[in-house]
């Protein structure tokens, strides 16, 4: 009676098992960096549950990991978490029910830590739960003491050398969430809005319409602007105009200004927009600020929008408007693009404020020069990374006004505004805090502390440089460990993680941070709808997928898809790949009863079969096995997992279950029956035996705890250890599959193509018959060419026994068949 697989406890067995043999540990002493195969994993962000969606591109990667360990390298698979920053202090707020405004910094952080420890704790336990073979002894978390010291090294060595620099400028910042952000964490979205054609009047009393969509900027208009070259307009050049709202600026040209949109003329204000940011620095223009950093009108000189929300100002001024003579000429209604905060989700608005830079725009050509040079997949991934460093139009703000976050190491000298960096001494010892700590020479009341905090992608941009730090501290000894050799992340990130740390990485060393890029899409709830806790479409939790359906069947549904390419997820396909789960194990039950008596030890010993003395079935489906082999190592060495899995799915459901099993069953039930039965059953038990033992380790990435049960079970017993002593405690130590050349590939796949259509033939007139698949017929005749006949001679005993005709019989003509029931 075959033995029952039961999920549940199979995988928690072997999950501890490798977790108390290490069997994933990174080993430190093999220092050859061409043997190293390192990953820099991305550090999920601590904001709560993980969903379905992080599953799905860490299982990726964590296949990459798997296959890559199996063809003999030391895999360097870390884990880190990203656990400061506006997520975590969202989830702080919520998870405590607290507010960030009424606690004191140190007291926020320190709740921060507690809630930080608890989901660390549950985003390690989820992974482990799915069998990631990650080293859970190279770790690290952002806001670690550790993390924070190496950042603020980095931050003093990149202001030592002018690559940072802290200045007054104008800044996109989030009123929601109270911060400035960097370009990358921003998104476009559209929003119903109107033109408004507004009448602004020159210096001799003759009107101009200016189109504007933010009306309530007129308090801060600073200039007008008119193309050059347009004939109906330049005339007006460096004339005075005065706004609706009394206020008289000059006119003048700008080659910018677009003459075949809008009003042809244009307000500038400080600051609408981007445009107006460079033309004020352009013509030197003064800045007229309204917007408060809280996102309420200040300032503006207009009581009746005065302290009101941007939006309600908008509407409000042009009530107020409208209620003037010959101002307002039209509206028109439109759908406008507006740039968003990532987090905030609001519109950004342009506030100059004291912020942190580190110069970017100076080296766009440089990044692309880097991008070149790492491998991407997929490779038109590449296209969209140098399209973002092409666009880039700010050089890149590392600072944030919050609470949660790596402190930028300044003090300023009272009465100088001089910057006071820390000591080498300090900084050797631990991280600092500006706001607690004075610097050395100096006493509390002669220095300010800067509040600003540093950006967490500055942070993440030093993935691969904290791996390798906390390796050499570790005691690794060599070569370093950058570049690393993958890079395995989600398309959002390009603007941003990928950006940062190959700019982090040249700057320090000039180097790329790694070789290789795998770029995974998103998961979708339904269609181009992004998963995420934010849009509540989680629909069910991981945890509760693992226990209905095993840790196997949801790795195996994640690894589905193509890089880069979205896909919808649907609860309901977990259920396929369980039973695909269940196939193997029962093949298994069935493979394992028939090898019975069989000779393994010498089959493990030798590693290949003498394949001129196997019967021509056997022969063939080596020869398939060796074509799937070939085509998942090119798909795994590409990062196509989706590909390898596909590669193995059409092997093994259709050529090794649905075809040979079928057709060998009656030489091994009734080998009297054939002439050599019996040496024909042995030709199949050592086919059976290797091709089984190939397919589980094929799977393996995919499916770790159900292959290392079979692997234990059954095959690990017959490797002797003078051959593989590694192996003999996992099925991940052993060596992946690798092309046989000695396997010719030969045209007996032609023949046993015509000899599948022929039992499909069979199978069709019993099923059309009504008549059971296990009938015997007393009579098949076979209709086919004599090139026909020759081949398929070779296979007549399979299908006898695959078709249970007792007798076959051929004859000359268009393939087909003829059956005969007693």
Same mark, same amino acid.
């Given at each position: ?70 063809? *003999? &390298?030391? #895999?360097?698979?870390?884990?880190? %978490? ?7 202090? !969202? +989830? $702080? ?37 799915? *069998? &990631?073979? #990650?080293?859970?002894?190279?770790? %690290? ?7 924070? !010291? +190496? $950042? ?38 559209? &929003? ?631």
């Amino acid at each position: 009676m075959a033995t029952p697989y039961r999920f549940p406890e199979s995988e928690k067995k072997w999950q501890d098992f490798r977790e108390q043999h290490q069997t994933n540990a990174f080993d430190l002493t093999k220092t050859d960096p061409n043997q190293i195969f390192s990953i820099d994993t991305p550090p999920p962000t601590v904001s709560g549950k993980l969903h379905i969606g992080h599953i799905f591109s860490y299982t990726q990667a964590e296949i990459i990991a798997r296959y890559k360990r199996m063809k *003999g &390298f030391n #895999v360097f698979y870390p884990m880190g %978490y990203d656990d400061n920053g506006i997520p975590t202090e !969202q +989830l $702080v707020e919520k998870e405590l029910k607290i507010n960030i405004k009424e606690l004191e910094r140190k007291a926020f952080v320190e709740k921060c830590l507690e809630v930080n420890q608890k989901y660390r704790d549950l985003y390690k336990a989820l992974r482990q739960s799915l *069998g &990631f073979s #990650v080293d859970w002894n190279r770790t %690290y978390a952002t806001i670690s003491p550790a993390v924070q !010291q +190496l $950042v603020q090294q980095r931050f003093v060595e990149m202001y030592q050398k002018g690559e940072i620099v802290g200045k007054q400028f104008p800044a996109l910042r989030c009123t929601r969430m109270q911060t400035t952000v960097a370009q990358a964490e921003t998104e476009e979205k559209e &929003f119903n809005e109107f033109f408004n054609y507004l009448n602004f009047t020159l210096d001799d009393g003759e009107k101009l319409v200016i189109a504007t969509t933010r009306p309530e900027m007129i308090p801060a208009c600073v200039a007008v602007f008119a193309h050059p070259d347009d004939e109906r307009f330049a005339k007006y050049i460096w004339r005075m105009i005065t706004t609706p709202l009394g206020d008289t600026v000059p006119l003048l040209g700008d080659d910018k200004v677009k003459m075949d949109k809008g009003s042809w003329v244009v307000m500038c204000c400080t600051y609408g927009d981007e445009t107006d940011v460079y033309r004020v620095q352009k013509h030197h223009l003064p800045e007229k600020i309204i917007i408060s950093r809280y996102g309420t009108i200040q300032n503006s000189g207009c009581e009746v929008i005065e302290g009101l929300k941007v939006d309600a100002a908008r509407e409000k001024i042009m009530e107020y408007l409208e209620w003037q003579a010959d101002i307002v000429v039209k509206r028109d209604p439109i759908i406008q693009a507006k740039k968003i905060s990532e987090r905030g989700k609001t519109p950004i608005e342009i506030i100059p404020v004291y912020q942190w830079f580190v110069h970017l725009l100076d080296k766009k050509e440089l990044l692309l020069q880097q991008n070149e040079k790492m491998t991407r997949y997929p490779e038109f991934m590449k296209k969209r990374s140098n399209d973002w460093i092409n666009n880039l139009a700010r050089d890149w703000n590392i600072s944030r006004s919050r609470q949660f976050w790596i402190p930028i190491p300044v003090r300023y000298e009272k009465g100088t505004n001089k910057v006071i960096l820390p000591s080498e001494r300090q900084l050797s010892e631990h991280f600092v805090d500006p706001t607690i700590e004075v610097p050395e020479g100096y006493t509390r009341d002669q220095v300010e502390s800067e509040t600003l905090v540093l950006d967490t992608w500055f942070t993440s941009g030093l993935s691969p440089l904290i791996n390798e730090t906390f390796l050499k501290k570790d005691g690794r000894t060599g070569g370093n460990l950058i570049p690393m050799s993958l890079r395995p992340q989600a398309h959002d990130i390009i603007r941003t993680w990928l950006l940062y740390t190959t700019l982090q990485s040249y700057l320090r060393t000039g180097e790329i941070p790694f070789y290789t890029v795998m770029i995974s899409g998103h998961v979708l709830a339904g269609k181009s709808e992004k998963i995420s806790k934010s849009a509540g479409n989680t629909k069910v939790e991981p945890e509760n997928l693992i226990k209905q359906r095993g840790a196997d069947a949801v790795r195996y549904r994640t690894s589905g898809g193509q890089l880069g390419k979205d896909m919808v997820f649907e609860e309901e396909e977990l259920k396929k790949w369980q039973k695909l789960v269940m196939k193997l194990w029962n093949a298994f039950q069935f493979v394992k009863m028939q090898l019975e008596g069989f000779d393994t030890t010498k089959m493990q010993r030798e590693g290949s079969i003498d394949y001129a003395t196997l019967y021509p079935t056997d022969q063939r489906i080596l020869e398939k096995l060796n074509t799937t082999v070939e085509k998942m190592n090119k798909h795994l060495d590409h990062y196509e997992y989706g590909l390898a899995k596909i590669a193995f799915e059409e092997f093994f459901r259709a050529d090794f279950c649905d075809n040979y099993l079928e057709l060998i069953k009656v030489r091994l039930y009734q080998p009297e029956r054939f002439e050599q039965g019996e040496e024909k059953k042995k030709s199949w038990q050592a086919t059976l035996y290797k091709v089984f033992y190939t397919i589980i380790q094929l799977i393996a990435p995919y499916l770790p705890h159900i292959t290392e049960e079979i692997y234990q079970d059954y095959f690990k017993k017959d490797i002797p250890a003078e051959i593989a002593e590694n192996a003999r405690h996992s099925i991940h130590k052993t060596t992946y599959p690798t092309v046989e050349w000695s396997i010719k590939r030969t045209s007996r796949l032609l023949p046993m193509q015509t000899v599948l259509e022929i039992v499909e033939m069979v199978r069709r007139y019993k099923s059309e018959s009504q008549i059971s698949m296990g009938a015997a017929l007393s009579k098949l005749i076979i209709s086919c060419s004599p090139e026909q006949k020759q081949a398929m001679q070779l296979f007549e005993d399979d299908v006898k026994g695959i078709t249970k005709a007792l007798a076959i019989e051929w004859k000359e003509g268009n393939l087909g068949v003829e059956c005969f029931v007693e």
